[in-house]
């Protein structure tokens, strides 16, 4: 059984793990450290448990939203699309045809 010490927060905590899956553990500790430190740019004077609690809420909004994102996409539901510029439209046919005869003139050499 492996072992390592994770900092989070200015706590170090020993934590086992499976052999082998060190480096991945030290990365997660690295993931809740980061919304540790984002809940403490919030403001606020919090002990270690209510940091961890509100890291823990951060993590878990972000799994919600990849879950519907998921779930969306294996539903074939894409989001919307913003509606079409056709100032760009038209810019990107000039392009293309800027390109299509640069590849001509290429092409005859």
Do not use: N, W
């Amino acid at each position: 059984m492996g072992q390592v010490t994770v900092r989070i927060g200015g706590y170090s905590h020993p934590v086992s793990c499976e052999d082998g899956q060190e480096a991945h553990l030290i990365a997660l500790a690295g993931e809740v450290d980061r919304r540790v430190s984002s809940v403490k740019t919030m403001g606020g004077s919090y002990g270690e448990s209510r940091l961890l609690l509100l890291a823990a809420l951060l993590l878990a909004d972000e799994v919600h939203d990849l879950k519907v994102e998921v779930a969306q996409a294996r539903a074939g539901m894409l989001p919307a699309l913003p509606p079409a510029d056709p100032k760009l439209a038209e810019r990107l046919a000039r392009v293309a045809e800027r390109i299509e005869g640069i590849a001509a003139d290429l092409g005859k050499s």
